[in-house]
């Protein structure tokens, strides 16, 4: 990603991050949040759900190797 990239990018997340201040936030009750998911999992096949895309938690490990570098902590 080249420097003017990066700069525009960096713009328009800090817009979208501006946008969602504005919203007022939604009151929604954990039984709803469960059911939306709930319908939008159906949409996905068990054999789907059943596999896992990071069976060695790779993703677990970096993450944890990150923060214990305090790499992005402010």
Do not use: C, H
């Not at 929604?28 to 999992?41: T, W, Y």
């Not at 059943?50 to 190797?65: F, N, S, V």
């Amino acid at each position: 990603m080249t420097k003017p990239e990066y700069a525009e990018y960096r713009a328009r997340f800090e817009a979208l991050n501006a946008w969602e201040a504005r919203q007022p936030p939604i009151e929604r009750s954990p039984s709803d949040i469960l059911a939306d998911l709930g319908f939008l999992l159906g949409f996905v096949s068990a054999e789907e759900r059943g596999k896992d895309p990071d069976p060695e938690k790779l993703g677990i490990q970096r993450m944890r190797a990150i923060l214990a570098l305090g790499i992005g902590s402010k």
